[in-house]
């Protein structure tokens, strides 16, 4: 055989091997493979100081935030309710604290993203604000925000995917609602995490009395900021203490990828 068509069929197999194991993933989640980036922001708040190279393990990351019908299959798990509420099934689910989102994820055989794998997620390989770079204007096409919500009369969040996907094939992490990560909340973050995320120093909250945990992503609107384009950078953080039950707050799951036999 010539070396071109001997090379065309190795490329070949493996498109089709490629497409085997896309099948495989689990229903509704997206394969993140593993890498390094950039973690943080130099010219960000005082809590994403300092930008600092961390290294992710492959996971499945849900494509989107977790909806009213995925949530009504938990019977264990409870919810709030409140102004601004979702009720629409293909809507978000919010009102959730971080314990029965927690809660949830595992009854699917999930867990919650860590606080690295949901920017890295986010950042899909960029190092800029957002996925897609810096251009502001573009933010309407990838999220909802104030100024394509509120600023137009029209409150609550929207149907998930109802924005377009970055470049891993993700929905929503930047605004609709915001969302629980693993981690607890510690303002000096970046001094305890090395080269990965792995470090004990992160499961142990600042305050036990009032334990925070990390909010991100931004939202549609409400407070702190975090409808604006400047809260919804792939690396603002928030903080929310774990009872918490917002409209601005929602979730995804994330999954390791089982061993190999």
Known sequence: KKTGEYEGNIVSALMIETVKERQEYPDGMVFINEGEFLMGSDLGDEDELPDHLVFVKSFYLDQHEVTNADYSKCVECTRGHGGFDTIEPQQPVVYVDWKNADAFCQFQNKRLPTESEWEYAARAGSEEKYSFGDNISLLETYAWLKTNTVDKGLWGAKTVSSKKANNWGLHDLYGNVMEWVQNYYKPNYFAYVRQS???????????EEYPLRVVRGG???????A????????????????WSRSFQIGFRCAMDIPEKN
């Open 227 to 242: 409808g604006t384009p400047e809260g919804l950078r792939s690396a603002k953080r928030y903080a929310f203490v774990e």
């Open 197 to 207: 995320d792995n470090s004990n120093d992160l499961n142990v909250p600042e305050n």
């Open 219 to 225: 939202a549609w609107g409400g407070l702190h900021g």
